[in-house]
């Protein structure tokens, strides 16, 4: 089988941070664990393709690819949750939606075409989705009462993902990481601190008011020169 994972676009907002990240050099705030922990949950045998459209749109060759679609959202994502629902299906290509949104609202999944809603817990209704597909059947929906053991989920598919294009890359760090190979708000762990400090601070909403502060505070963190003083305007230099 081959699989198509896509993790829909966030619309610009004041939370997508979207010309911010570009000052930086990054293209997203999150990584989509939850596309990561379904993909080590689908079967080994399986070909996978995962794509954040956050940081990059699929190609057409990753439809024509694939057999199956698997998609993943939040109630923010809807808008292009449903185009690529709608495509996946103009396109012959079975299409599977779990998560938080299609959970809280089943009903604009099944609206927009979806074969399979794989719904609550994956660990617990993934197994059954896989079920399903080897019996043939050309959809359904998968729910689950109960909650699974967390300590037997598989660890996430973090080969699937480019994490330097994430600020908040500390929670998908590979096993064995170094401080240097994530992101935090010490100098000491990693050279990309200073942004999310900045992304903390510009959250707030005095933020414009304490601006000069803030630049001071990076230019000292940073080892740049602070900019000397300005006269006033029309005064003489004193002697």
């Known amino acids: 089988m081959k699989a198509l ?35 080590a949950l689908l079967p080994g045998d399986w070909q996978i ?31 292009d949750l449903r185009a690529l629902i709608e495509k996946g299906v ?11 949104f299609a959970t ?34 050309e959809g359904g929906i998968f729910r689950a009462t109960e909650k699974p053991d967390v300590t037997a989920t598989p660890a996430p598919r973090f080969d699937l993902l480019d994490l330097n294009a994430y600020i908040c890359r500390e929670a998908c760090a590979p096993p064995g990481a170094t401080s240097g190979d994530t992101c935090s708000l010490s100098p000491a762990r990693g050279p990309n601190w ?3 400090y900045l992304i903390a601070l510009s959250a707030g909403e005095h933020f414009f008011a304490y601006r000069h502060t803030v630049r001071g505070q990076l230019r000292e963190a940073l080892g740049y020169p602070q900019p000397s003083a300005r006269q006033p305007a029309g005064a003489r230099p004193e002697p």
């Open 90 to 100: 103009a396109l012959g290509k079975k299409v599977a939606i779990g998560g938080p």
């Open 5 to 39: 994972l896509l993790w829909p676009r966030m619309p610009d907002s004041f939370w997508s941070y979207r010309n911010t990240l570009q000052l930086a050099g990054l293209r997203s705030t999150n990584p989509p664990l939850e596309l990561l922990t379904v993909a």
């Open 49 to 79: 393709r995962l794509v954040d459209r956050n940081v990059r749109a699929e190609r057409e060759e990753d439809w024509v690819w694939c057999d199956l679609v698997l998609l993943s959202a939040m109630i923010v994502q809807k808008e």
């Open 104 to 137: 809280s609202v089943p009903e604009f999944a099944l609206q927009a075409g979806a074969h399979y809603l794989i719904l609550d817990e994956g660990e617990c209704t993934i197994p059954a989705f896989l079920a399903a597909l080897a019996r043939g059947e």
């Open 194 to 196: 200073w942004f999310e």
